[in-house]
């Protein structure tokens, strides 16, 4: 069974920072890619950013130059480093890993952009 726990959510003011954290535990033998989404309340759930195992990076248009997503050492985690956060950046962020038997999500981390 295959586990990825996200940390690292939390409130902040908006210009504000925060680093999202998800590791991937269980019977993984290999993870293709990596990435986030986030669900905002009453919106579909859309992509945020994704990284292959080769260290392609893609984000969505409304978070470039804001985000930047990466991978650890060990390859089975990946970060979200958030910079200048907007009001419009709340939401529940959930991370993703790419395995040999489909795709897997993570329970989601809240982040709130408010003053």
């Known amino acids: 069974q295959v586990q990825l726990v996200e940390s690292g959510g939390g409130l902040v003011q908006p210009g504000g920072s925060l680093r999202l954290s998800c590791a991937a535990s269980g019977s993984i033998f290999s993870i293709y890619a990596m990435g986030w989404y986030r669900q905002a309340s009453g919106k579909q759930r859309e992509s945020v950013a994704a990284?292959?195992?080769?260290?392609?990076?893609k984000y969505a248009d409304s978070v470039k130059g804001r985000f930047t997503i990466s991978r650890g050492n060990a390859k089975n985690t990946v970060y979200l480093q958030m910079n200048s956060l907007k009001p419009e950046d709340t939401a529940v962020y959930y991370c993703?890993?790419?395995?040999?038997?489909?795709?897997?999500w993570g329970q989601g981390t809240q982040v709130t952009v408010s003053s």
């Open positions: 993703t890993a790419d395995l040999d038997d489909g795709r897997h």
């Open positions: 990284i292959s195992s080769g260290g392609s990076t």
